[in-house]
């Protein structure tokens, strides 16, 4: 018997029709009733390939990296060619660019570009809150240089007040310190040996700060120091991180210190001085008016001795400057006969300090009297001949001077010497240096070094010119 297969039920068995299809029908229905025939459904029109550009080889590296990463549970062999061969480039790029910075590191030395000509200069400054450079002129003149122009109007001129003839021509303007409130206070200090041959510090004031042209009649006198020849005066000022105002007083002469001044006590000869020249002490005019104050923590104070006094033992500290990042202390101290030393100690080690003279010059024994380990060890030592007055030093805080080939400075004391004109640095630490590198050039008749507040350094000649430290590019 045949078996009749039932029909499927309506809507089972056959797939719906999808929207698209729907539409496509009722079209063809509605043209076939209109009696048209045609179909009215839109054709999308062709597309025509536009010719394809030739893959860069940035283009086929990512195409190939692609490929190469579709399956890394099972790379081919050809995959694993490809991923090798990428990393052997960044490699080798890496590698290129690290030699291009060696190469054009190694290609910058150290240099001196000059800045200007002066008559004989013993100091440049630069003030807070400005862009010019002051120079010391031991004459007695402060001159102005703004941008590589030395102004013709001098910041200050007390000719008239300076002896500069005398034996060892240590005499005349010896330096000029600004404190940090500078721009709100317009309070200046400089340092001379007047015609009686006595080291003076004097405060002055100016009336257009812009311009750094000193008031007239301002001068106020802040301290005198007798002196008993005209040598070993020192004479250097600097404000201090404390914002105190330090001030070198050298022994006064003659050679060999034959009144030990500078053991002394009683004695401002042969001193470290700190002083606050913002506050005096009574009435101007009375017997116990004075021009400054000591700080309450000066080694001295309340006890036997100077209060002004910060340290002692120095013979002439020709040059004495602070560590623009560490406060550290760095001492020139000039030499008799035999030996030049540098000094360095860290932020407040200076404070008591004894730097030994005359109980020894250098290393060595002078005097004697003071034992050694009471007092401090120079970083530097080293013997006259044709060496005779050492002139520095800072510690160099430039970063243009950073990855230059030759010894690295920026971190070291630079110093020189007077007779030689040669240039030295050396790393600090505290004690004797491991390690004392010459530079490339010579200043002859180095008289001082000075930095600005970007940290430049300065070097200075009694001959008249005044060089830049820089980074130069050979060729």
Known sequence: ????????????GKRPASRTQSRRSSTARKSAKSGTGKSTARRRPSRQRKPTKPASWLDRVRLWATAAA???????????EFAGLILLVLILGITGIVVRATRESGTKVMGLEKVGNFDEPVGIVQPPG??????VEKAGELRVLDDGVTLAKPMLDIRKLVKTSGRGGEQGMLSVAFPGNFAKTDRYYVSFTDRRNDLRIFEYRVRDTGQLVTESGSGREILTVPQPTTQHHSGRLEFGPDGFLYIGSGDGGPSGDPANVSQDRRSLLGKLLRIDPSRTIGRKGKRNWQAYRSPKSNPYVGIQGRDEIYSSGLR???????DRSTGALVVGDVGNSR???VNYLPAGGGL????GWAAYEGTAVFKGGVARSRTVTPAVVYPHGPACSVIGGYVVRDPRLSRIAGPEVVGSVVFGDFC???????????????????????VR??????????????????????????AKRKG
Request: aromatic share 14%; glycine share 12%.
């Open 339 to 341: 030996f030049e030393e």
């Open 70 to 80: 579709r399956d890394l549970r099972s790379p081919s062999r050809k995959q694993l």
């Open 130 to 135: 400005h862009s010019q450079l002051v120079v």
């Open 352 to 355: 008591g300090a004894n730097f």
């Open 445 to 470: 008749g180095l008289s001082g070094f000075g930095q600005d507040r970007s940290g430049r350094i300065y070097l200075i000649s009694l001959e008249g010119g005044i060089w830049r430290l820089t």
């Open 316 to 322: 002439n500290p020709w040059s004495f400057t602070f």
């Open 1 to 12: 018997m045949t078996e009749r297969r039932k029909k499927p039920a309506p809507g089972k």
């Open 420 to 442: 030689t004109g040669k240039v030295f640095a050396f790393v600090p630490r505290f004690g004797p240096a491991k390690k004392v590198q010459g530079l490339r050039f010579r």
